[in-house]
């Protein structure tokens, strides 16, 4: 059964850095063809996709983001990070990673809210 | 960047009807790589049809997919209750990956 969960810091002020992780189960990122996104939704809108990570360890960023953005990954503790530097109030919002292994996101966490306030 | 259009973003069915949404991309996209995504009320988005016609597991047989190039579409034969979500279409054949802004499938 695969299974992932996002966790990060709930709340943060502006200019800070945002620290996700997401642990996950039921598959290994050192299998080919395998990857991880991370995907944002702020309250009551649509869905931003963030970054990528591949099994090879290829990265890719959503341009409109990429100078904020790093994802990384731990291959033998089955866990994806990513960073966001310098947010501000627009990145509140319910970050989800999910499973990438055939060019589509098939399974999904359940999600961590962050909210960016002073 | 490949710019995904939904519509209608609102539509209002009653049960037994016939519904069809559908996705615009701004540049061609390989059916393989066109998917959609149903994402109720405070829960995570699931995968719902991928590769532009394939039900994802679980998924009811009334709901089907179509489409090729830069148009697409998802159709419900005979809408239910348990339908009412946002559907979101996403295209995954070159980055950035992108999403549409979803389409929100109301029960009368």
């Known amino acids: 059964q695969v299974t992932l969960k996002e966790s990060g810091p709930g709340i943060l002020q502006p200019s800070q850095t945002l620290s996700l992780t997401c642990s996950f189960s039921?598959?290994?990122?050192?299998?080919?063809?395998?990857?991880v996104g991370w995907i944002r939704q702020p309250s009551g809108e649509g869905l931003e996709w963030l970054a990528d990570?591949?099994?090879?360890?290829?990265?890719y960023y959503n341009p409109s983001l990429k100078s904020r953005l790093t994802i990384s990954k731990d291959t033998s503790s089955n866990q994806v990070f990513l960073k966001i530097t310098s947010v501000d109030t627009a990145d509140t919002a319910t970050y989800y990673c999910?499973?990438?292994?055939?060019?589509?996101?098939?399974?999904w966490g359940a999600g961590t809210t962050v909210t960016v306030s002073s | 960047e490949n710019v995904l259009t939904q519509s209608p973003a609102i539509m209002s069915a009653s049960p037994g009807e016939k519904v069809t949404m559908t996705c615009r991309a701004s540049?061609?996209?390989?059916?393989?790589?066109l998917h959609w995504y149903q994402q109720k009320s405070g829960a995570s988005p699931k995968l719902w049809i991928y590769?532009?016609?394939n039900l994802a597991s679980g998924v009811p047989a009334r709901f089907s997919g179509s489409g090729s190039g830069t148009s697409y579409s998802l159709t419900i034969s005979s809408v239910e209750a348990e339908d009412a979500a946002t559907y979101y279409c996403?295209?995954?054949?070159?980055?950035?990956?992108?999403f549409g802004a979803g389409t929100k499938l109301e029960l009368k």
């Open positions: 990570i591949w099994w090879d360890d290829n990265k």
């Open positions: 540049s061609s996209v390989s059916s393989s790589y």
């Open positions: 590769s532009t016609s």
């Open positions: 999910a499973r990438s292994s055939k060019w589509y996101f098939d399974v």
């Open positions: 996403q295209q995954y054949s070159g980055y950035p990956l992108t």
């Open positions: 039921g598959f290994s990122l050192s299998t080919s063809g395998m990857g």
